[in-house]
């Protein structure tokens, strides 16, 4: 059974940093796309980053310069990182990890992000 586990959610100041995790265990594709989305309140789900098998990368214009999306992979699950830098008020939402291979897609529970002085 795939399960996905986001961590890292936090109050943070203007300016500041985060680090997001999401552990998908039990994900053994071999071919696979890691995304974060994020969606704040009133507002609908827009893609952060995305990243794939070998790497490749895709940012939200909003994001690019800003975060930094990265995988790990081990024996029993993938952990997708987002790196957020400089972060803004209009970074506040909730973010959600999302595991996709082929027909097969999965979501996290979501992790809250608030930027606020």
């Known amino acids: 059974q795939v399960q996905l586990a986001e961590s890292g959610g936090a109050v943070v100041q203007p300016g500041g940093s985060l680090r997001l995790s999401c552990a998908a265990s039990?994900?053994?594709?071999?071919?696979?796309?890691m995304r974060w989305y994020r969606q704040a309140p009133g507002k609908e789900r827009e893609l952060v980053a995305s990243?794939?098998?070998?790497?490749?990368?895709?940012?939200g214009d909003s994001v690019k310069g800003r975060f930094t999306i990265s995988r790990d992979r081990d024996n029993v699950k993938i952990t997708a990182y987002l790196q957020m830098n400089s972060l803004k008020p209009e970074d506040t939402a909730v973010y959600y990890c999302n595991a996709e291979s082929g027909s097969f897609q999965y979501w996290g529970q979501g992790t809250q992000v608030t930027v606020s002085s």
């Open positions: 039990g994900f053994t594709f071999t071919r696979y796309v």
């Open positions: 990243i794939a098998t070998f790497g490749g990368t895709v940012y």
